[in-house]
């Protein structure tokens, strides 16, 4: 399926059966197909989905704008965007119409936050860190070493305690219902320089080399503590960054660079999970209050479900289409490219945490912290984080993780 443009139709195609039956009816209508997919077969789907999306006149049509998101690529990183959309306007038949504009036609990765806040879009997919720039508060799940494991990640937004320690600050502060997220742990993504050079096995082979950094002011402290002198460049700028050799690697994570097409210039992804890796959607304050009660309810029981979802298809493709993981498995996107999956030791890790976490090296951390806590309400945010992270056991498999209506304590 993942192929299918570039194999079976073409983009035009695509176009054409998106100006007759709408981009939104086409897409959702394409990531349904499997198997050989022709043009006859999308035209049909995407006739079939617009039937069944336009046989009701909407009360509500929400835009949602997806950064560089799009059918091909929310396979590989499987943020749910689609699957959010098309389970809404089931589950409220039709009450609420969702127009998705993923291609970074209407914001990307730096400007969906804004975008957002200024209601020109209703609902935004971007990461956290990106949208840190437009919305400072997002800082709070940026702490080093705060989450041990992707597992800890999901365990944190399905907790009731989310509530208080991320997603209330975020509707107070910037206008920003935070509904679900795919979650990783960022590492280094080292350019073709890294090429020849051996796996990276000791984090002092990383200290002085030059990396891109993203919009999190926390995610700076670290990087700087860590000597990888964090330089800032856009997302959209990076694979030529990387391309030309003007950084070292980038801090991001797998799925991002496989679904960015990052891999041909990516030579070892370092496993150094230093900080979290959220590809979120959040929705503006005033459409949500906008909504009638039980349109209210149906957003937050499709969020759930979205959440729950990518939850095991997303770590699943992390293995099985990324490439992530020890083996590699034959045909994912890094073998195809040569790009190496390098795990750091647990001892590794440990070191690099006693050089840059709050728990270790506080003082560089403080004038952020007591700012975030003070948004937060006086609540000691890495703390809270730190200790609702390490509920779990720290062998706990992503996919074990119990899913939990957050909202409803």
């Known amino acids: ?45 995407a006739n079939s989905t617009y039937n069944k999306r336009f046989k009701h006149q909407p009360k509500h049509t929400l835009k949602f704008g997806a950064a560089g998101f799009n059918e091909r690529n929310l396979l590989i990183e499987r943020a749910g965007c689609l699957e959010f959309t098309r389970d809404l306007e089931e589950r409220t038949d039709g009450e609420i119409r969702v127009e998705f504009i993923g291609d970074n036609q209407i914001c990307g990765q730096l400007s969906c936050v804004e975008k957002t806040q200024q209601g020109i879009v209703d609902i935004y997919a971007a990461s956290t860190q990106n949208s840190a720039g437009g919305a400072p508060y997002y800082n709070v799940l940026d702490y080093a070493y705060q989450f041990p494991t992707r597992a800890s990640l999901y365990h944190f937004l399905y907790h009731p305690s989310s509530e208080q320690i991320l997603r209330e600050p975020l509707r107070r502060i910037h206008g920003l219902h935070f509904l679900f997220s795919v979650a990783q742990l960022r590492g280094l993504m080292m350019g073709l320089k890294w090429k020849d050079r051996p796996d990276v096995t000791r984090i002092e082979q990383l200290f002085g080399t030059k990396n891109r950094v993203t919009g999190t002011q926390l995610g700076r402290i670290a990087m700087n503590l860590l000597n990888l002198n964090p330089t800032p460049i856009a997302w959209e700028e990076t694979l030529d960054g990387l391309k030309q050799g003007l950084i070292d690697g980038a801090e991001t994570w797998s799925s991002a660079v496989a679904y960015a097409n990052m891999s041909p210039v990516v030579s070892q992804v370092i496993d150094l999970r230093f900080f979290s890796g959220f590809e979120h959607t959040a929705m503006n304050v005033k459409s949500f209050d906008a909504l009638a009660p039980h349109l209210q309810d149906a957003v937050m029981e499709s969020a759930y ?105």
């Open 305 to 409: 479900f979205t959440q729950a979802l990518i939850q095991g298809a997303h770590e699943a493709a992390l293995v099985n289409t990324v490439g992530h993981s020890v083996p590699q498995l034959p045909n994912t996107i890094f073998v195809k490219n040569n790009t190496r999956f390098v795990p750091l030791s647990d001892a590794e890790r440990q070191k690099a945490a006693e050089l840059c976490a709050p728990e270790y090296v506080p003082k560089p951390w403080e004038q952020w912290r007591e700012r975030i806590n003070n948004w937060a309400g006086g609540i000691d945010t890495y703390t809270e984080v730190h200790r609702i992270a390490r509920e779990i056991p720290a062998d706990t498999l992503v996919e074990n993780v119990e899913p939990r209506r957050w909202w409803k304590g």
């Open 1 to 45: 399926m993942k192929d299918f443009i570039s194999e079976k139709i073409s983009r035009r195609d695509l176009m054409r059966v998106a100006g007759q039956y709408g981009l939104t009816s086409t897409l959702l209508g394409a990531s349904a197909l499997t198997g050989i997919i022709t043009l006859p077969r999308l035209a049909e789907a």
